[in-house]
Protein backbone atom coordinates (compact mmCIF):
# COMPACT_ATOMS: atom_id res chain seq x y z
CA UNK A 1 0.00 0.00 0.00
CA UNK A 2 3.10 2.31 0.64
CA UNK A 3 4.53 1.65 -2.69
CA UNK A 4 0.92 2.41 -4.23
CA UNK A 5 0.51 6.02 -2.34
CA UNK A 6 3.74 6.93 -3.72
CA UNK A 7 2.76 5.50 -7.25
CA UNK A 8 -0.18 7.53 -7.14
CA UNK A 9 1.39 10.63 -5.44
CA UNK A 10 4.19 10.85 -8.40
CA UNK A 11 1.88 10.09 -10.95
CA UNK A 12 -0.58 12.98 -10.30
CA UNK A 13 2.69 15.68 -10.17
CA UNK A 14 3.47 13.89 -13.69
CA UNK A 15 0.05 14.62 -15.32
CA UNK A 16 0.24 17.70 -13.93
CA UNK A 17 3.60 18.92 -15.08
CA UNK A 18 2.46 16.65 -19.41
CA UNK A 19 -1.09 19.58 -18.71
CA UNK A 20 1.61 23.02 -18.23
CA UNK A 21 4.71 21.92 -18.80
CA UNK A 22 8.16 22.57 -16.28
CA UNK A 23 8.83 25.60 -17.85
CA UNK A 24 5.16 27.17 -17.35
CA UNK A 25 4.89 25.49 -13.93
CA UNK A 26 8.40 26.96 -12.70
CA UNK A 27 7.66 30.35 -13.92
CA UNK A 28 4.51 30.67 -11.83
CA UNK A 29 6.11 29.60 -8.96
CA UNK A 30 8.91 31.78 -9.07
CA UNK A 31 7.22 35.15 -10.21
CA UNK A 32 5.09 34.57 -6.48
CA UNK A 33 6.20 37.36 -4.25
CA UNK A 34 9.09 37.54 -2.78
CA UNK A 35 9.18 35.17 0.82
CA UNK A 36 6.06 33.55 0.01
CA UNK A 37 7.33 30.24 -1.12
CA UNK A 38 10.17 30.56 1.49
CA UNK A 39 7.80 31.09 4.30
CA UNK A 40 4.99 28.92 3.18
CA UNK A 41 5.12 26.32 5.77
CA UNK A 42 5.76 28.87 8.76
CA UNK A 43 2.67 30.98 7.20
CA UNK A 44 0.51 27.48 6.81
CA UNK A 45 1.33 26.45 10.39
CA UNK A 46 0.54 29.45 11.89
CA UNK A 47 -2.98 28.83 10.02
CA UNK A 48 -3.39 25.73 11.27
CA UNK A 49 -2.32 26.31 14.97
CA UNK A 50 -4.51 29.75 14.94
CA UNK A 51 -7.69 27.84 13.67
CA UNK A 52 -10.06 24.89 15.38
CA UNK A 53 -10.69 21.96 12.75
CA UNK A 54 -13.93 20.33 12.34
CA UNK A 55 -12.72 16.85 11.49
CA UNK A 56 -14.39 13.83 12.61
CA UNK A 57 -13.08 11.72 15.14
CA UNK A 58 -12.46 7.55 15.17
CA UNK A 59 -11.70 5.12 17.21
CA UNK A 60 -8.18 3.60 16.21
CA UNK A 61 -8.28 1.64 12.90
CA UNK A 62 -5.96 -0.85 11.37
CA UNK A 63 -3.09 0.17 9.02
CA UNK A 64 -4.27 -0.97 5.84
CA UNK A 65 -7.58 1.36 6.30
CA UNK A 66 -6.40 4.35 7.64
CA UNK A 67 -3.70 4.17 4.49
CA UNK A 68 -6.65 3.82 2.20
CA UNK A 69 -8.41 6.71 3.88
CA UNK A 70 -4.91 9.04 3.98
CA UNK A 71 -4.39 8.01 0.03
CA UNK A 72 -8.35 9.31 -0.18
CA UNK A 73 -7.59 12.50 1.72
CA UNK A 74 -4.18 13.56 -0.62
CA UNK A 75 -6.03 12.90 -3.64
CA UNK A 76 -8.76 15.29 -3.32
CA UNK A 77 -6.03 17.37 -1.02
CA UNK A 78 -4.13 17.59 -4.78
CA UNK A 79 -7.01 18.06 -6.81
CA UNK A 80 -7.44 21.86 -5.23
CA UNK A 81 -4.29 22.50 -5.31
CA UNK A 82 -4.84 21.67 -8.93
CA UNK A 83 -7.27 24.12 -9.60
CA UNK A 84 -5.90 26.79 -7.50
CA UNK A 85 -3.08 26.53 -9.73
CA UNK A 86 -5.12 26.70 -12.65
CA UNK A 87 -6.39 30.12 -12.08
CA UNK A 88 -2.53 31.49 -11.72
CA UNK A 89 -1.52 29.73 -14.87
CA UNK A 90 -3.43 31.97 -16.50
CA UNK A 91 -2.11 34.96 -15.49
CA UNK A 92 -4.06 36.00 -13.04
CA UNK A 93 -2.84 38.16 -9.98
CA UNK A 94 -2.48 36.24 -6.71
CA UNK A 95 -5.61 38.63 -5.55
CA UNK A 96 -7.72 36.65 -7.77
CA UNK A 97 -7.37 33.38 -4.94
CA UNK A 98 -9.38 36.10 -2.81
CA UNK A 99 -12.81 34.59 -2.55
CA UNK A 100 -15.35 33.15 -0.50
CA UNK A 101 -16.11 30.22 -2.69
CA UNK A 102 -12.62 29.12 -3.14
CA UNK A 103 -11.57 29.92 0.94
CA UNK A 104 -14.40 26.98 1.60
CA UNK A 105 -13.00 24.68 -0.50
CA UNK A 106 -9.23 25.19 0.75
CA UNK A 107 -11.00 24.79 4.46
CA UNK A 108 -12.35 21.74 3.74
CA UNK A 109 -9.58 20.45 1.94
CA UNK A 110 -7.70 21.26 5.02
CA UNK A 111 -9.87 20.10 7.45
CA UNK A 112 -9.41 17.09 5.82
CA UNK A 113 -5.66 16.64 5.72
CA UNK A 114 -5.68 17.47 8.84
CA UNK A 115 -7.93 14.49 10.32
CA UNK A 116 -5.03 12.18 8.83
CA UNK A 117 -2.54 14.64 10.17
CA UNK A 118 -1.09 14.94 13.48
CA UNK A 119 -3.33 17.40 14.84
CA UNK A 120 -6.10 14.81 14.43
CA UNK A 121 -7.02 11.82 17.45
CA UNK A 122 -7.17 9.59 14.36
CA UNK A 123 -4.46 10.86 12.26
CA UNK A 124 -0.98 9.68 12.18
CA UNK A 125 0.86 10.79 14.92
CA UNK A 126 -1.86 9.38 17.51
CA UNK A 127 -1.36 5.53 15.54
CA UNK A 128 1.93 5.94 15.55
CA UNK A 129 2.32 7.41 19.67
CA UNK A 130 -0.02 4.40 20.22
CA UNK A 131 1.91 1.54 19.04
CA UNK A 132 5.31 2.91 20.12
CA UNK A 133 3.88 3.15 23.36
CA UNK A 134 2.68 -0.57 23.53
CA UNK A 135 6.08 -1.35 22.35
CA UNK A 136 7.76 0.58 24.70
CA UNK A 137 5.83 -1.25 27.79
CA UNK A 138 5.90 -4.62 26.29
CA UNK A 139 9.81 -4.06 25.85
CA UNK A 140 10.15 -2.47 29.49
CA UNK A 141 11.31 -5.66 31.34
CA UNK A 142 14.32 -6.27 28.67
CA UNK A 143 15.53 -3.25 29.82
CA UNK A 144 16.20 0.63 27.83
CA UNK A 145 19.11 -0.27 25.53
CA UNK A 146 16.77 -3.24 24.14
CA UNK A 147 14.14 -0.60 24.11
CA UNK A 148 15.60 1.77 22.20
CA UNK A 149 17.35 -0.38 19.55
CA UNK A 150 14.67 -2.21 18.67
CA UNK A 151 12.86 0.77 18.05
CA UNK A 152 15.95 2.81 16.72
CA UNK A 153 16.39 -0.33 13.98
CA UNK A 154 13.26 -2.60 13.93
CA UNK A 155 10.68 0.52 13.45
CA UNK A 156 12.11 2.38 10.46
CA UNK A 157 12.99 1.06 7.06
CA UNK A 158 16.57 0.90 6.16
CA UNK A 159 18.67 -0.43 3.19
CA UNK A 160 16.49 0.68 0.30
CA UNK A 161 16.46 3.87 -1.48
CA UNK A 162 12.92 3.68 -1.80
CA UNK A 163 12.29 3.65 1.87
CA UNK A 164 14.14 5.96 3.13
CA UNK A 165 13.85 9.23 4.64
CA UNK A 166 12.84 12.40 2.63
CA UNK A 167 16.46 14.07 4.66
CA UNK A 168 18.38 11.35 3.44
CA UNK A 169 16.67 10.87 -0.30
CA UNK A 170 17.16 14.92 -0.53
CA UNK A 171 20.91 14.22 0.15
CA UNK A 172 21.29 11.41 -2.05
CA UNK A 173 19.81 13.02 -5.20
CA UNK A 174 21.29 16.19 -4.91
CA UNK A 175 24.39 14.17 -4.87
CA UNK A 176 23.27 12.55 -7.97
CA UNK A 177 22.80 15.89 -9.69
CA UNK A 178 26.18 17.36 -8.62
CA UNK A 179 28.23 14.06 -9.92
CA UNK A 180 26.02 14.58 -13.53
CA UNK A 181 25.32 18.07 -13.91
CA UNK A 182 27.50 19.82 -11.76
CA UNK A 183 25.58 23.33 -11.78
CA UNK A 184 22.86 25.35 -11.35
CA UNK A 185 19.64 24.62 -12.80
CA UNK A 186 18.17 27.23 -15.49
CA UNK A 187 14.94 27.60 -17.05
CA UNK A 188 16.89 26.16 -20.39
CA UNK A 189 17.65 23.05 -18.65
CA UNK A 190 13.82 21.95 -18.10
CA UNK A 191 12.86 20.38 -21.24
CA UNK A 192 15.50 17.42 -20.65
CA UNK A 193 15.96 17.50 -17.26
CA UNK A 194 17.90 15.05 -15.35
CA UNK A 195 16.61 12.55 -13.17
CA UNK A 196 17.69 13.43 -10.48
CA UNK A 197 16.15 17.16 -10.90
CA UNK A 198 13.02 16.03 -11.82
CA UNK A 199 12.53 14.48 -8.42
CA UNK A 200 13.83 17.04 -6.57
CA UNK A 201 11.87 19.57 -8.32
CA UNK A 202 8.89 18.06 -8.39
CA UNK A 203 8.81 16.66 -5.00
CA UNK A 204 11.61 18.76 -2.73
CA UNK A 205 12.08 22.08 -4.14
CA UNK A 206 7.76 22.70 -5.20
CA UNK A 207 8.44 23.33 -8.52
CA UNK A 208 10.38 26.65 -7.29
CA UNK A 209 13.98 26.73 -9.35
CA UNK A 210 15.17 29.25 -6.74
CA UNK A 211 14.60 26.94 -3.84
CA UNK A 212 16.01 24.07 -6.14
CA UNK A 213 19.38 26.36 -6.58
CA UNK A 214 19.31 27.18 -2.81
CA UNK A 215 19.50 24.09 -1.76
CA UNK A 216 21.94 23.16 -4.05
CA UNK A 217 24.22 25.70 -2.75
CA UNK A 218 24.09 24.60 0.65
CA UNK A 219 24.29 20.57 0.18
CA UNK A 220 26.60 20.86 -2.62
CA UNK A 221 28.44 24.09 -2.63
CA UNK A 222 31.24 22.91 -0.66
CA UNK A 223 32.42 19.28 -0.26
CA UNK A 224 29.01 17.59 -1.48
CA UNK A 225 27.40 16.23 1.75
CA UNK A 226 27.17 12.58 2.11
CA UNK A 227 24.10 10.49 3.32
CA UNK A 228 24.73 8.87 6.61
CA UNK A 229 25.89 5.43 6.41
CA UNK A 230 23.81 3.22 8.64
CA UNK A 231 22.93 -0.38 9.20
CA UNK A 232 22.15 -2.60 6.31
CA UNK A 233 18.48 -4.14 6.25
CA UNK A 234 20.59 -7.66 6.77
CA UNK A 235 22.33 -6.38 10.25
CA UNK A 236 19.43 -4.27 11.53
CA UNK A 237 17.31 -7.30 11.49
CA UNK A 238 19.88 -9.16 13.15
CA UNK A 239 19.93 -6.66 15.67
CA UNK A 240 16.35 -6.92 16.57
CA UNK A 241 16.20 -10.50 16.34
CA UNK A 242 19.14 -10.60 18.60
CA UNK A 243 17.85 -7.98 21.00
CA UNK A 244 14.18 -9.96 21.25
CA UNK A 245 15.78 -13.63 22.30
CA UNK A 246 14.49 -13.02 26.25
CA UNK A 247 11.16 -13.12 24.68
CA UNK A 248 8.75 -16.21 23.68
CA UNK A 249 7.46 -16.77 20.45
CA UNK A 250 4.40 -15.75 20.76
CA UNK A 251 5.46 -12.67 22.11
CA UNK A 252 7.95 -12.02 19.18
CA UNK A 253 5.43 -12.44 16.64
CA UNK A 254 3.30 -9.81 18.62
CA UNK A 255 6.51 -7.32 18.45
CA UNK A 256 7.07 -7.81 15.00
CA UNK A 257 3.98 -7.35 13.96
CA UNK A 258 3.99 -3.96 15.95
CA UNK A 259 7.29 -3.04 14.81
CA UNK A 260 5.87 -3.65 10.44
CA UNK A 261 2.99 -1.18 11.87
CA UNK A 262 5.21 1.06 13.13
CA UNK A 263 8.01 1.47 9.91
CA UNK A 264 4.78 1.68 7.91
CA UNK A 265 3.71 4.66 9.35
CA UNK A 266 7.03 6.14 10.35
CA UNK A 267 7.60 5.59 6.31
CA UNK A 268 4.48 7.89 5.54
CA UNK A 269 5.46 10.38 8.20
CA UNK A 270 9.00 11.00 7.14
CA UNK A 271 9.23 10.60 3.49
CA UNK A 272 5.48 10.46 2.10
CA UNK A 273 4.22 13.68 3.93
CA UNK A 274 7.30 15.99 2.74
CA UNK A 275 6.39 15.27 -0.80
CA UNK A 276 2.56 15.14 -1.18
CA UNK A 277 1.05 16.89 1.95
CA UNK A 278 1.26 20.62 3.08
CA UNK A 279 4.85 20.42 2.82
CA UNK A 280 5.11 19.95 -1.03
CA UNK A 281 3.62 21.78 -3.86
CA UNK A 282 -0.06 21.24 -3.32
CA UNK A 283 0.54 22.56 0.13
CA UNK A 284 1.89 25.94 -1.16
CA UNK A 285 -1.20 26.09 -3.19
CA UNK A 286 -3.53 26.41 -0.05
CA UNK A 287 -1.02 28.43 1.16
CA UNK A 288 -1.08 31.12 -1.35
CA UNK A 289 -5.19 30.93 -1.20
CA UNK A 290 -5.07 31.57 2.78
CA UNK A 291 -2.67 34.58 2.11
CA UNK A 292 -4.56 36.12 -0.99
CA UNK A 293 -7.70 35.69 1.66
CA UNK A 294 -5.58 37.41 4.27
CA UNK A 295 -4.57 40.37 2.33
CA UNK A 296 -7.61 40.90 0.96
CA UNK A 297 -9.33 41.13 4.62
CA UNK A 298 -6.85 41.99 6.63
CA UNK A 299 -7.12 39.14 9.03
CA UNK A 300 -4.05 37.75 10.16
CA UNK A 301 -4.54 33.85 10.27
CA UNK A 302 -8.21 33.43 11.30
CA UNK A 303 -9.98 31.47 7.99
CA UNK A 304 -13.35 31.73 9.29
CA UNK A 305 -13.09 35.39 10.09
CA UNK A 306 -11.74 35.97 6.42
CA UNK A 307 -14.72 33.97 4.82
CA UNK A 308 -16.99 36.09 6.78
CA UNK A 309 -15.08 39.29 5.72
CA UNK A 310 -15.35 38.24 1.73
CA UNK A 311 -19.34 37.13 1.86
CA UNK A 312 -19.65 40.26 3.26
CA UNK A 313 -17.79 42.34 0.60
CA UNK A 314 -19.42 39.82 -2.48
CA UNK A 315 -16.28 38.29 -3.08
Known amino acids: MLHTLAQQGNERLVAFERRHSLVNITSVVDALPNGLVDGAIKHYQDVIRGNPWYFPTLCDVD ?22 FALLAKGEPLSTLATSSLLTRVIQSETMRGWVGKRSPSGLDALLEARVERLENWLAPLGEDVVEDVLSYGGVYVGSPSRITAEHEIVELFNAYH ?23 RGYCRYSLATFNAKYRTLCGGAPR ?13 LVSSRLRGLTAEDRTLVRTLL ?10 LNL ?35 NALIKTGE
Open 273 to 307: EVKYSFKGWAGLMHVLVFAACSEATGIKTDVYAMR
Open 226 to 238: SPRVGMSADQASS
Open 63 to 84: IPSFLERWGEVHAAYFTVADDV
Open 260 to 269: NEVKVLNHLN
Open 179 to 201: HKVGQALTIDMLDALDDAAQLLL
